[in-house]
T-cell receptor, first 114, second 113 residues
Framework: EAAVTQSPRNKVTVTGGNVTLSCRQT?????MYWYRQDTGHGLRLIHY???????QIGDVPDGYKATRTTQEDFFLLLELASPSQTSLYFC?????????????FGEGSRLIVV | GEQVEQRPPHLSVREGDSAIIICTYT??????FSWYKQEAGAGLQLLMS?????DRKEEQGLTVLLNKKDKRLSLNLTAAHPGDSAVYFC????????????FGSGTQLTVMP
């Protein structure tokens, strides 16, 4: 049974549109992350959180907001979507241990902004 | 900050051959090294991980080598089979209490029958 579930799996929106990507984890992990994956760039961290109500900025946060409503749920918000945000988005969770942080990923949400 | 370079971006091998993927990193304080596999249409899954006090680790046909002098991490798939076809990523983190993983750009491995 999937421990990190993302929705929607696919989304097409227009430039300037409003998009919310959802993520739920059942790993009881404190940390949750949003990454984007683009060819040639690997995975880049957008935002992360270490608990409900907490939000931290990642490496590529511009144009994105996020909210962690519960330990299980982490949302990524694109309020004015642009074509440059066309990408494959991954949510992940972890226990955040510094001696070896293993991330558990969802299956991804493909977003196309036309 | 830490920079990770991964090569090659694409790799094709025949079934039964070995496949080697290499990552180089810049921060000598890097302490945790991992490899993830991404199958088509799926998220990443951890394959293997090592701490900086380990030079070599073998598990189920996979070998991870760590050369701290050259700041190089490699993944060797011995006797690759078509089910190994996927995108592979290295990911590293520093020792300064940092949990954050820095990912390489990925290697698309194709294993031909």
């Amino acid at each position: 049974e999937a421990a990190v579930t993302q929705s929607p799996r696919n989304k097409v929106t227009v430039t300037g549109g409003n998009v919310t990507l959802s993520c739920r984890q059942t790993n009881s992990h404190n940390y949750m992350y949003w990454y984007r994956q683009d060819t040639g760039h690997g995975l880049r961290l957008i935002h992360y959180s270490y608990g409900a109500g907490n939000l931290q900025i990642g490496d590529v946060p511009d144009g994105y907001k996020a909210t962690r409503t519960t330990q299980e749920d982490f949302f990524l918000l694109l309020e004015l979507a642009s074509p440059s945000q066309t990408s494959l988005y991954f949510c992940a969770s972890s226990d955040g241990r510094v001696s070896g942080n293993t991330l558990y990923f969802g299956e991804g949400s493909r977003l196309i902004v036309v | 900050g830490e920079q990770v370079e991964q090569r090659p971006p694409h790799l094709s091998v025949r079934e039964g051959d070995s496949a080697i993927i290499i990552c180089t990193y810049t921060d000598s304080a890097t302490a945790y090294f991992s490899w993830y596999k991404q199958e088509a249409g799926a998220g990443l899954q951890l394959l293997m991980s090592v701490l900086s006090n380990v030079d070599r680790k073998e598990e189920q046909g996979l070998t991870v080598l760590l050369n701290k002098k050259d700041k190089r991490l490699s993944l060797n798939l011995t006797a690759a089979h078509p089910g190994d076809s996927a995108v592979y990523f290295c990911a590293v983190s520093a020792s300064s209490g940092s949990w954050q993983l820095i990912f390489g750009s990925g290697t698309q491995l194709t294993v031909m029958p």
